[in-house]
């Protein structure tokens, strides 16, 4: 069983920023797709976010929605997932997720939420207008 911890929700007002931290268990990570999704209110699916492809050197790939202002990258030396999230938005509202998959990658989009293996309890990010 893999366990991840994300911290460092909260609330901020329109246009400012935060990061959200993901703990990794100490395994190899390196060949797993790690990611970040979220769910928001009245929105049926959880959405893809942000996603590092396994043994991809650091490739990435962003939601069309949050492409240039969300940042998301690995610390080795800490083993965390993180995401820098910039010019917030209130639609960006919601309860984000740190997820992790072995070996491959589904991907972003629509019902890749449910390939994820593993997911962290969330951490709810509010953001006022």
């Known amino acids: 069983q893999v366990h991840l911890v994300e911290s460092g929700g909260g609330s901020v007002q329109s246009g400012g920023s935060l990061e959200l931290s993901c703990k990794l268990p100490?395994?190899?990570?390196?060949?797993?797709?790690l990611g970040w999704f979220r769910e928001r209110e009245g929105v049926a699916k959880r959405e893809g976010v942000a996603?590092?492809?396994?043994?991809?050197?650091?490739?990435?790939a962003y939601a069309g929605a949050v492409k240039g202002r969300f940042t998301i990258s690995q610390d080795d030396d800490k083993n965390t997932l993180n995401l820098k999230m910039t010019s917030l938005k209130p639609e960006d509202t919601g309860m984000y997720y740190c997820?992790?998959?072995?070996?491959?990658?589904?991907?972003?989009?629509?019902?890749?939420?449910?390939?994820?293996?593993?997911w962290g309890q969330g951490t709810q990010v509010t953001v006022s207008s």
């Open positions: 100490g395994f190899t990570y390196k060949q797993y797709c």
């Open positions: 996603m590092i492809y396994a043994g991809s050197n650091g490739r990435t």
């Open positions: 997820v992790a998959n072995p070996k491959s990658c589904p991907g972003l989009g629509t019902g890749a939420a449910a390939l994820f293996e593993y």
